[in-house]
């Protein structure tokens, strides 16, 4: 059989009319507002100029920023590496009571918009903040713990590894289920044990899963802005940009940095695509019985419940944090709240700027969504089921806005459109609703993939052969049988767009248009209840965020983790 | 999964969707609209809004709509607003600016971006010409003092005592290596009202005492945080002691927290209590309705807003705002029971007299001092300032630390060139140099770690990358 | 139902020319098989035919009509995938009345229609089952059900029996040619099994590295190869080589163990001094007994045993000739044992089953 494909070589009217849109979509919403950001790093009293990277290169500011933010990178996916691999190892390998929530118990900690536990954990974690008092209280300690001092870095990556290590676990999971049980059993028959079964067999085998895992926390560690923000950690690039960025002056440094961090992520995205291109979305769309999993001893059940326990409860302080200022009346120097009252939840839903928001959201992440949905899908579509010049290149792209901070983006956005009819400052509706979707849209488009990857081409075939044409094929029998993959994805996108922060910081520049997570950087600003309030706020936007995750997971199942990389 | 299910879900979800655009946003509805663009928080929005719409409709029998604006802080409102008007001199589609200060008001009208509006004699006659040697409003009218803001430092008292440090009185004593890492300070590149209390320094004890105090104080802080609101709640959280604030954010805490816990201190004669300013913008296309809030800001009605609790009539529904009016028969006539404020800055007397055109003149030459030498080489400095404290020789060092390469008169000289990126980017590398000189490197233990952790990852790296490249060949 | 006309389709990807200037003529009502071993191009072929590829060159025409740019949902084909390609998310009854509700078929017909097109395949009691409870046979008989029910002009099958079990595949073979006989229908039938292909075919078109290596019923391809290949790859055969000494009837071949005469006419043009190979299936070698009567026979082999199997029913022999070449034979009465291991044996071919092919490569 030479190919299962329809016919392939025909670039028919359709799928060029398809493209079209994309390249459209594309160069209008992701190149051409990178271009503009771009641009002002080479252009100086509009000449081309390379000056402002020599002075980067050079300063000493940028230079420990970079390394710094090099660090943060390497020391989080540690870190995230030492708390994931056990744990993956331990939900994979092994069968225990209450496995199964444990697992979902691991997922936690990413419902979090990590500004949102930054409110908590000041309150937790300040140096007479409720942990030290707990402690001076109880005589352990007789001076105050310093948890935020050294400058930061270590507070900074501390929050993002237990924010970031259910993507890690989720990829060493997706690998360890990928090895197949009968090699390690068969090694095993050969006289392999232990450590060296491990290095032999088990780790190559689910290395790439590993690699995907560890470049997405590198990024995110690499380019987050949120927690060197709260934790004033600024001798990093991140926050670098963003100061420069919002500069009085606007100063253009601010973007030979950008590109500098563009071409990193850039470089490690080609890295993973070149050594894992295309191959991991089959390895765990195929499904493997996972049959590995045997029975833990009583010891090995307690030291597992004891290891994921505490994991899931150092990561949940944040969030328990936020779930006690949302009902605080008074904290002031105390263990626990002094008074409780559940007033903020009522005024969520009096409050203008609450509700307004609230229906903001609501309708720009569902547009997004359906942005999402109509582009990821036919970008899954035609690179699962055809085959035209530049597939390679249309893949990348589609999954680029992972490796793009979205502050750089928005700034695109702000400076690209301006004085168009996109003008933000005439409604930021629009370009709220493309920012969005442009950011999900990778989610989305591996969600379908993975579908389609696991749907026999033959299906549609048998289609068209009993006399369906293109469409009536496409929505009578493909996208039923993908749609659950599809309203997995949807969900994600959705329920990230919900929560995305840089853009609707930037872009939202109108209160009635204001999503939710701009009414809780607002309501964080206001001044006695502020916190309170924006915690009650980011409740919701927590339990929002859980749900959707609960019913993506329901329905992916083990294939989650695939969404989760490069 | 049940198909059926997923798909009913789906429409549920394009139905919520449609459901909420249509009760959604911008369902502008009144006659006339009014675009302000404010960092003033969402309280004081709030007030003006509920209170701006009465005061309209009694004045015309129209209704207005206001439109608030967003573009972050203060600095990043004065950016937007010159950017937008490099594009479009006649008129940028926003009619007014409200709070930031003074300076910014005072920048914008040397730009010539304001537009004169000069309030009806009934309204001008009751507010004073000027409040501790500052002006409340424009000679020519183009911008008002709406309210007042008062510049000190904010301090916990528990923390305090549980450390067992003094309370200060000055901005000097914030130096005391005592009080290391627990002074609490915000970016003046990043927040107006952050800025301020480190021009002051500058203008109290002259430039080069001046720096010296602001290096030690610099060394003394724990972080610089985006927002100055952000210091009087980490002083409240006991993540710092003190910090300087604005009165008004002081107020809110010691409200909230009471008295006992919380202080707040006006140095005497070392502090400043300034207008913060309103002004129509050029060009403002709901011109008409941009002046009724003018005079309604301004009027008795608009000012007890400022002051009063919310609850008793004239005041403010549901937000306790804690700022002074500019009207100073309102302090005798506000009941004292309904009232918020309980300082009378027009009886506060101070010594000193705040240049204003000078702050305005260097403002980002300063900041960008301050964000060179203190914030951004804050590591450095704050190790250094360790060693000496270890030495003991803080008074002998303080000089060559709080030295700054130009004097008061070049900076003043700065500002035009300021603006051409390259120079600035220029000066500022070699400024940090300078700093990295003054301060040292100081990385020695953490430089061989570093060099570790960078070659242990890159090994590692390369040996992943090697593997998997070998691996994939093998697999053809 | 229809009658189809290649004419010299060719398809190529990349650089693999899949299909090579095939032209056929498949009559109406006919089975026709396509035969080949993997990768010679016949489900490339028959997707040509459904519709799936576009030819790069040549036309195919149902019943004198072109279709060449006809997409697939035009076609009017009925195709059984491989892998049976049942819809997951549809019953039974729901895969197999797709086709109809496209057709527009009222309902109380589709009703009728699908209710007969399940009983032809024995499937009427599983209506409501889904794909997936069904046993690979059962799902075997609703995909040829499904791809019935429309009532194609042509029905196509791509190996529809390669998934299942050797017991079950003997059953579904008779079943096939009873529907086909039932309907009366165009069928054109893919396999790389010969025996399925013997068995079942009208007629059929051996396939070689995408081009047609011969057409025609099983009796004449099987009896009268036109190459090698076909010799080989139909049934098994024994391949002696030689040089042709004369190409007139009877010809003869000079061989390394002897001189060959054939009566059958070459399907190629030879003459006298070509290099080739005489094909001699295993059934038509009989032993001859030494004790028979002397003096020049024709068609004679000399060799030595190798080895023997026993069979029951038959008896396997292979022979070492005297050049060393390797013969096989069955001997269809195995009542005694003819000669064991080690044996000088005398074989006999009659020469009307000798074919005279050119010499491959």
């Known amino acids: 059989m030479p190919s299962s494909r329809f016919d392939l070589s025909d670039l028919t009217p359709g799928v060029l009319a398809i493209l079209g849109i994309l390249v459209l979509f594309f160069g209008l919403f992701l190149f051409y507002p990178l271009l503009h950001v771009l641009l002002n790093a080479f252009f100086a009293d509009e000449q081309f100029s390379i000056e402002f990277f020599g002075l980067m290169l050079q300063s000493p500011v940028q230079q420990r920023a970079l390394l710094n933010s090099f660090e943060l990178g390497i020391v989080t996916t540690a870190l995230t590496t030492i708390i994931a691999l056990p744990m993956a190892y331990a939900l994979v390998r092994y069968d225990f009571i209450g496995k199964g929530l444990l697992g979902g118990l691991a997922l936690v900690p990413m419902i979090m918009p990590p500004f949102v536990g930054a409110i908590g954990m000041k309150q937790m974690f300040a140096r007479f903040g409720s942990i030290n008092l707990f402690l001076l209280e109880t005589g352990l300690i007789d001076a105050p713990i310093d948890w935020f001092g050294g400058g930061g870095f270590w507070g900074v990556v501390i929050l993002e590894a237990l924010h970031l290590y259910p993507i890690m676990y989720l990829n060493i999971a997706a690998g360890l289920a990928n090895v197949d049980p009968s090699l390690e059993e068969s090694a095993r028959n050969v006289g392999a044990g232990g450590f060296r079964l491990f290095r032999t067999i088990t780790f190559p085998l689910m290395l790439p899963g590993y690699f995907a895992g560890a470049i997405i926390v590198f990024i995110w560690a690499f380019t987050d802005l949120g927690t060197p923000l709260i934790f004033e950690f600024r001798e990093v690039v991140a926050v670098q940009i963003f100061n420069m960025a919002t500069d009085v002056h606007a100063n253009p440094l601010g973007y030979a940095l950008v590109v500098f961090v563009v071409l990193v992520t850039l470089a490690l995205f080609y890295l993973s695509k070149k050594f894992f291109g295309g191959r991991h979305y089959e390895m765990v769309a195929r499904g493997h019985v996972m049959s590995a999993s045997r029975r833990a001893t009583s010891l090995e059940t307690v030291l597992i419940w004891g290891m994921l326990l505490s994991i899931t409860g150092i990561a949940l302080i944040p969030h328990l944090s936020v779930v006690l200022t949302s009902v605080t009346e008074r904290w002031f120097m105390t263990v626990l709240p002094s008074d409780y009252t559940l007033a903020y939840y009522g005024q969520i839903f009096e409050h203008d700027l609450t509700l307004l928001s609230i229906k903001n959201s609501l309708w720009l992440s569902v547009m997004s969504t359906v942005i999402d949905i109509v582009l990821g899908v036919a970008i899954a579509y035609l690179l699962t089921r055809r085959r035209f010049p530049f597939r390679d290149a249309l893949d990348a792209v589609a999954m680029l806005p992972l490796a793009l901070p979205g502050l750089v983006l928005a700034f695109g956005y702000i400076s690209g459109f301006s004085g168009t009819f996109l003008d933000v400052r005439v409604s930021p509706v629009p370009l709220l609703i493309i920012a969005y979707a442009v950011r999900r849209l990778p989610y989305m488009v591996r969600a379908a993939y993975a579908g389609f990857q696991q749907m026999s081409v033959t299906l549609e075939e048998a289609s068209m052969n009993m006399g369906a044409g293109p469409l009536r094929t496409l929505w009578k029998i493909t996208m039923p049988l993908v749609l659950a993959n599809v309203a997995a994805g949807a969900i994600l996108s959705f329920s990230f767009a919900m929560l995305e922060v840089s853009d609707s910081l930037i872009l939202a520049i109108k209160e009635q248009y204001y999503p939710i997570t701009k009414a809780i950087y607002s309501l964080m600003g206001r001044i006695t209840d502020g916190p309170y309030m924006a915690s009650a706020m980011g409740m919701l936007g927590m339990i929002l965020l859980a749900c959707s995750l609960l019913f993506t997971g329901k329905v992916l199942g083990k294939r989650m983790g695939q969404l989760f990389k490069v | 999964m049940n198909l059926r299910f997923i798909r009913s879900f789906i429409r549920c979800f394009l139905f919520a969707g449609v459901f909420c655009q249509a009760g959604g946003p911008a369902a502008v509805s009144a006659q006339d609209r009014l675009v302000i663009v404010s960092p003033h928080w969402e309280g004081i929005r709030y007030e003006f809004t509920r209170g701006f719409d009465a005061f309209y409709r009694a004045e015309t029998g129209r209704t207005a709509e206001i439109e608030w604006m967003d573009v972050g802080g203060t600095s990043e409102i004065i950016r937007f607003i010159k950017s937008e008007y490099t594009g479009k001199p006649g008129g940028i589609g926003i009619d007014m600016m409200f709070g930031g200060g003074s300076d910014p008001f005072m920048e914008l009208a040397r730009l010539d971006l304001l537009a004169p509006y000069r309030l009806p004699e009934t309204l001008l006659s009751k507010l004073p010409a000027e409040v501790g040697g500052y002006p409340v409003y424009d000679a020519e009218y183009r911008w008002y003092g709406a309210t007042m803001a008062g510049f000190g430092i904010v301090y916990n008292k528990r923390v305090a005592e549980l450390v067992e440090l003094p309370l200060p009185e000055t901005w000097e004593d914030l130096t005391d290596p005592r009080l290391y890492s627990w002074v609490g300070g915000a970016d003046p590149r990043k927040s107006g009202s952050a800025h301020v209390p480190f021009e002051i320094i500058l203008q109290v004890y002259g430039w080069e005492r001046g720096w010296q105090i602001i290096t030690a104080l610099g060394a003394n802080a724990r972080g610089f945080a985006n927002t100055g609101s952000q210091v009087p709640k980490d002083v409240t959280s006991g993540e710092v002691a003190y910090g300087m604030a604005i009165d008004f954010y002081a107020w809110a805490q010691i409200n909230a927290v009471g008295p006992d816990m919380i202080g707040y201190t006006m140095p005497d004669n070392l502090t400043i209590l300034n207008p913060d300013g309103i002004s129509i913008l050029k060009g403002a296309p709901n011109m008409a309705v941009a002046q009724s809030f003018l005079r309604y800001i301004l009027s008795e009605a608009g000012q007890r807003l400022w002051m009063q609790k919310p609850g008793p009539p004239g005041g403010p529904e549901k937000f306790q705002l804690n700022r002074f009016t500019v009207l100073p028969h309102l302090y005798q006539r506000i009941d004292p029971a309904h009232t918020s404020v309980t300082f009378n800055p027009f009886t506060w007397e101070s010594s000193f007299v705040y240049d204003a055109e000078k702050g305005a003149a260097r403002r980002h030459i300063v900041d960008d001092m301050i964000g060179v030498f203190v914030i951004d080489a804050h590591a450095a400095l704050q190790r250094r300032w360790r060693r000496a404290m270890e030495e003991g020789d803080l008074a002998s060092v303080l000089p060559a630390l709080g030295s700054v390469p130009i004097t008061e008169e070049e900076s003043l000289a700065l500002g035009d060139q300021w603006r051409d990126q390259a120079f600035r980017n220029r000066t500022l590398l070699a400024w940090s140099r300078l700093a990295a000189e003054k301060y040292g490197s100081g990385a020695a233990g953490w430089a061989g770690a570093r060099y570790m952790l960078f070659s242990g990852s890159g090994l590692v790296l390369a040996g992943m990358v090697l593997y998997l490249w070998r691996l994939k060949r093998k697999s053809g | ?361």
């Open chain 3, 1 to 361: 139902m229809v009658s189809l006309t290649l004419q010299g389709i060719t398809r190529k990807f990349g650089d693999v020319t899949a299909v090579d200037d095939v032209s056929l003529e498949i009559t109406r009502g006919e089975l026709f098989f396509l035969l080949g071993p993997s990768g010679c191009g016949k489900t490339t072929l028959l997707r040509l035919i459904a519709g799936f590829y576009a030819p790069d060159r040549g036309n195919i025409l149902f019943d004198g009509q072109d279709v060449t740019r006809t997409p697939p949902h035009r076609r009017n084909t009925g195709m059984v995938f491989q892998n049976y390609a049942l819809w997951p998310h549809m019953s039974v009854w729901e895969n197999v009345a797709y086709g109809l509700g496209l057709r527009k078929v009222p309902s109380s017909e589709q009703k009728d229609r699908v209710s007969e097109a399940l009983r032809m395949v024995r499937m009427d009691a599983y209506g409501e089952r889904s794909p997936n409870q069904l046993s690979g046979g059962q799902q075997q008989r609703v995909a040829l059900a499904r791809a019935l029910v429309i009532q194609p002009d042509v029905v196509l099958l791509d190996e529809p029996l390669s998934n299942l079990d050797a017991r079950l595949r003997l059953e579904m073979r008779d079943e096939i040619r009873r529907i086909h006989d039932e309907t009366g229908t165009t069928m054109i039938y893919v396999t790389h099994d010969q025996k399925e292909a013997l068995s079942m075919a009208d007629r059929m078109a051996v396939m070689d590295m995408g081009a047609v290596a011969q057409t025609g019923d099983p009796r004449s391809i099987y009896a009268r190869p036109v190459s090698a290949f076909v010799a080989d790859f139909i049934g098994e055969t024994n391949f002696v080589a030689g040089r042709l000494t004369s190409a007139e009837t009877p010809l003869s071949v000079e061989t390394a163990v002897g001189v060959l005469h054939s009566t059958v006419e070459p399907a190629e043009g030879l003459s006298p001094g070509d290099e080739v190979v005489c094909s001699v299936r295993p059934e038509a070698i009989r032993v001859s007994e030494p004790d028979a009567a002397g003096g020049e026979e024709e068609n004679v082999l000399d060799g030595v045993v190798r080895q023997t199997v026993y069979l029951g029913d038959h008896e396997q022999y292979s022979v070492r000739l005297d050049d060393g070449t390797l013969v096989k034979l069955v001997d269809h009465h195995p009542g005694r044992r003819r000669a064991g291991p080690g044996a000088p044996i005398r074989l006999k071919c009659d020469a009307s089953q000798v074919v005279v092919l050119g010499k491959p490569g």
